[in-house]
């Protein structure tokens, strides 16, 4: 019984050397590759929240002084642009003008093309250029990694809002579905 729990533990501790010599690399540009990692999910649960969301309810807003859910869209699609075209350091195309009195369809598509668009830019975008001092919101100045920190930030949040919109109308957020 001793010579077992001795070899136990001196294989955990072979285990334990092994996996430490066999650290991963360093990833080159950790922002970057981040924010590629993270784009998909968001496109997916963000773009699927406002798939869910009947037509009749993107004017549903949870109290008098918060937005609609159609404004979260817009607010989305404005987002996307501008903090992909500041971390990228790519232009912001001259997107169609949206309103939230557009129908879910065409929120939906604009939406979709704002996610190209920042799979676009993040495609183009590495982390040498993220010290880079930038005009972020109001006319601040700030890093370019500002911009990259917040396009992340933004996803989440976005996301939450919209899944807690779904909810309070009765509809489970895509991420919280069964997997099929």
């Not at 549903?60 to 075209?85: E, R, W």
Request: aromatic share 6%; hydrophobic share 45%.
């Amino acid at each position: 019984m001793k010579r077992m729990v001795v070899g136990l533990v001196l294989l955990s501790m072979l285990c334990v050397c092994v996996g430490a010599a066999q650290t991963a690399a360093p990833t080159k540009d950790p922002v970057t590759a981040s924010l590629r990692i993270l784009l998909p999910r968001s496109r997916n649960n963000i773009l699927g929240a406002i798939g869910d969301m009947p037509a009749d309810k993107f004017n549903f807003k949870p109290t008098a002084d918060q937005m609609t859910f159609a404004h979260l869209v817009v607010h989305i699609i404005g987002s996307n642009y501008s903090l992909c075209a500041k971390a990228a350091d790519v232009p912001a195309p001259k997107a169609q003008e949206v309103k939230e009195t557009d129908s879910k369809d065409q929120l939906l598509a604009a939406a979709t093309a704002s996610f190209d668009f920042c799979n676009e830019a993040l495609g183009k975008m590495d982390d040498s250029k993220l010290g880079d001092s930038i005009e972020l919101f109001g006319g601040r100045q700030g890093p370019r990694a500002m911009a990259a920190l917040s396009l992340a930030g933004g996803w989440a949040d976005h996301y939450a809002a919209a899944a807690q919109y779904l909810r309070l109308n009765g509809i489970l957020p895509p991420s919280a579905q069964p997997k099929k």
